[in-house]
């Protein structure tokens, strides 16, 4: 016998388990323990049964396992289990020691080796196991599906359409839908940048679903990642009032910037979109350009909202002009960047060489009250190879029209002033923690609060926006996904209850996507209620397996004929594209029904 068919006859065993879990009316997930060729446990789900949130059949199993070999040290043993670990359960098993887990049916919503997470393998934790997944896969997930599917239909005649909590992330399934009803759509499609808003490019799609659906109950959700179009797709949804403000753009010129007031859950909050005042479309783009740009327009909205009553700041950082790692900002709201004679800085990136000291109290008491939440979904740290500067800043014009030498030495150069800039962020705040015990002030208050690192240089995201993250991390800002952010300020959980298909989608679809962009986050959201995802795209990669394995069921990408690419860039174009891709989309959708 092979190995893959020991490993298939001990899954067989654990999907045993997973059917008495179902017949209980737990959730159909089981698993056995294997050591030296023999079953020395087996278990399955029983949270309901015996109200244990740690009563998952992995978990169970395991503890079992543990009392028959008479050591909690599981050396040697094998974990079979119908779905991927979760946290709770991946953790017992590095605790453990176990040698190996096999399991059946990959979890993107919580699975922790290899799905979300890798805590198997994580270099950080002191022991590492093998993992051997999709094992009976299909049999494993066709098993939840089933479940999931009696659940729903029940729940329909009972005339509750809630989602089930805790669903597993198996392949989705479609809602059951009448002959005779119409389906309901939801739509949360990001902007096609350059060619088309958020606003548009759902009702271009909602005119095509219409043209085969013409009875489709469609809700759009305008929808953004935390880059451009945040602030649009956060005023159709929250209301609120649209703030207009004359303030410096990048090189000093006054510009027209908005920000959105809203009450968000009884709490004044402002949404404040780096690019309306630090915007790239205000940049030629050159090398000298990219040195002097400032986000001092920024920390004026800033204020602005400040002074409006806001007290939640909500920042959208995309689409910046800027790499100054938000000096500018901090400078308008009050703190003090020196050099050594005392004098303030210059502006821009190149300011940031002769800086040798920052006092952040004026600004952490302007704010004091306020909580500061950053919105972004990427991951850069504020210097290094994956820093501000080497990855953000050459799109902003430094080091255009050098040669690759002398472009590298620049890079070299603006790199190690933003080392010293987080340096000089890290020593301000350390001073003012340790101030906070002596007078007591709003500022040494603010900067008291709990950190999770020890210096802002690395934190992933302090990178955002060519540092600005850094800067809002060393005013206490916490990041977070802003994809995830946008999905719950919209509402999104509470309009997926009532759908039967969910369209997102953005202008181009590849292994970018797969990595955390808006459409894989509504279409994780999605699966957890086993709503069927299609993503509409302008074009797409060749190979887009890394996008259905994180829950999208149908891709729809393309121009409907021939063209250039201007032409397919153009409104028009966009438009037709997307109003026939609405269509393919609806029609798709019928065929499964």
Not at 355 to 380: F, T
């Amino acid at each position: 016998m092979t190995a893959r068919e020991h490993d298939e006859r001990y899954m067989r065993v654990a999907l045993e388990e997973a059917h008495t879990a179902a017949e209980l009316g737990e959730v159909p997930i089981g698993a056995v323990v294997v050591y030296q060729g023999e079953i020395v446990s087996r278990a399955h789900n029983l949270r309901e049964r015996n109200e244990d949130p740690s009563a998952h059949a992995e978990f169970t199993a395991m503890c079992e396992a543990a009392r028959t070999l008479g050591r909690w040290r599981l050396t040697g043993c094998t974990v079979y289990v119908t779905l991927e670990p979760c946290c709770m359960c991946a953790g017992l098993m590095v605790n453990a020691r176990i040698d190996r887990c096999v399991f059946g049916a990959p979890d993107p919503k919580g699975g922790a080796t290899g799905s979300l997470f890798r805590l198997h393998a994580d270099a950080r934790l002191n022991h590492a196991f093998a993992v051997t997944p999709g094992v009976l896969g299909d049999e494993c997930a066709a098993l939840l599906r089933e479940f999931f599917g009696d659940v729903r239909r029940r729940r329909a005649l009972e005339g509750d359409r809630t989602a089930p909590e805790d669903v597993p992330s198996a392949p989705a399934v479609p809602r059951e839908t009448s002959a005779a009803s119409a389906p309901s759509v939801l739509l949360a499609v990001d902007s096609f940048k350059g060619s088309a808003t958020s606003v548009q490019a759902e009702g271009w799609i909602a005119e095509g679903i219409r043209r085969a659906c013409p009875d489709a109950s469609i809700v759009h959700l305008p929808f953004a990642d935390g880059g451009e179009g945040t602030l649009d797709a956060l005023s159709s949804s929250l209301g609120g009032e649209a703030c207009t403000c004359s303030v410096p753009g990048p090189f000093g010129d006054e510009v027209a910037a908005r920000y959105l007031l809203a009450d968000v859950d009884g709490v004044a909050t402002a949404v404040i979109e780096l690019a309306q005042a630090a915007g790239i479309g205000h940049s030629p783009c050159t090398h000298d350009a990219a040195l002097v740009a400032s986000t001092f327009g920024v920390g004026r909205l800033v204020r602005a909202a400040v002074e409006r009553g806001a007290r939640r700041l909500c920042f959208a950082l995309g689409g910046s002009a800027t790499t100054d790692g938000g000096a500018g900002m901090l400078r308008a709201l009050g703190a003090r960047l020196l050099d050594e004679d005392g004098s303030e800085v210059p502006a821009g990136l190149a300011g940031l060489e002769r800086l040798a000291s920052i006092d952040l109290a004026p600004a952490l008491g302007l704010l004091s009250g306020c909580e500061l939440v950053v919105l972004s979904d990427v991951d850069n740290p504020l210097a290094g190879k994956r820093g501000a500067v080497r990855v953000f800043a050459p799109q902003k014009g430094l080091g255009a029209g050098m040669d690759p030498d002398e472009r590298e030495r620049a890079l070299a150069q603006a790199d190690a002033w933003m080392v010293r800039y987080g340096r000089l962020l890290d020593a301000a705040r350390a001073a003012l923690e340790a101030a906070s015990g002596e007078d007591g002030g709003a500022a040494a208050s603010e900067a008291s609060r709990p950190r999770a690192f020890r210096s802002v240089i690395g934190v992933p995201g302090a990178g955002a926006a060519g540092g600005v993250g850094a800067a809002l991390l060393a005013l206490s800002a916490r990041l977070e996904s802003g994809a995830e952010a946008v999905l719950d300020l919209i509402g999104f959980d509470e309009k997926l209850a009532d759908a039967d298909l969910v369209v997102t989608g953005e202008g181009f679809m590849d292994e970018q996507t797969a990595a955390g962009k808006a459409p894989i986050a509504v279409a994780r959201r999605a699966h957890r209620a086993h709503v069927p995802v299609a993503a509409v795209a302008g074009g797409r990669a060749e190979r887009l397996e890394s996008v259905y394995a994180r829950g999208v069921d149908l891709v729809v990408a393309g121009p409907r004929r021939p063209m250039s690419l201007a032409d397919a860039l153009s409104s028009k174009e966009v438009e037709a594209n997307l109003v026939c891709a609405g269509e393919e989309v609806a029609r798709a959708y019928l065929l499964g029904r």
